[in-house]
């Protein structure tokens, strides 16, 4: 059964850091491309970062160039997202999401897209 869930969401100060972490279940995070999103409120979901091994493509939003990375540990079968210099416009609601298709490639297409549960992430003094 494929799962995705996420943890280490929280409150943090403008300027701090924060490491959320996807653990998954159901596949192989070398097969296909695999990358986070974010959910303001009252905004559309936003790609931010996106990796795969399957063909080598990587996609990272201006939004985060620079502040935020995404890493993974094959053998805990987990994904990381660092998020750095956090502002209060990174609050938002964060997903892992998992591209399970043939030719999986990032960025993430929406509607091919498995998700996990969301972790809030809120910025704020």
């Known amino acids: 059964q494929v799962q995705l869930v996420e943890s280490g969401g929280g409150l943090v100060q403008p300027g701090g850091s924060l490491r959320v972490s996807c653990v998954v279940s159901g596949f192989t995070l070398d097969d296909y491309a695999i990358g986070w999103f974010r959910q303001a409120p009252g905004k559309e979901r936003e790609g931010i970062l996106c990796i795969s091994s399957r063909d080598g493509s990587t996609y990272t939003a201006d939004s985060v160039k620079g502040r935020f990375t995404i890493s993974r540990d094959n053998a805990k079968k987990t994904l990381y997202l660092q998020m750095n210099s956090l502002k209060p416009e990174d609050t938002a609601v964060y997903y892992c999401?998992?591209?399970?298709?043939?030719?999986?490639?990032?960025?993430?297409?929406?509607?091919?897209?498995?998700w996990g549960q969301g972790t809030l992430v809120t910025v704020s003094s």
């Open positions: 999401a998992a591209e399970l298709a043939i030719e999986s490639s990032c960025p993430i297409e929406d509607y091919l897209a498995v």
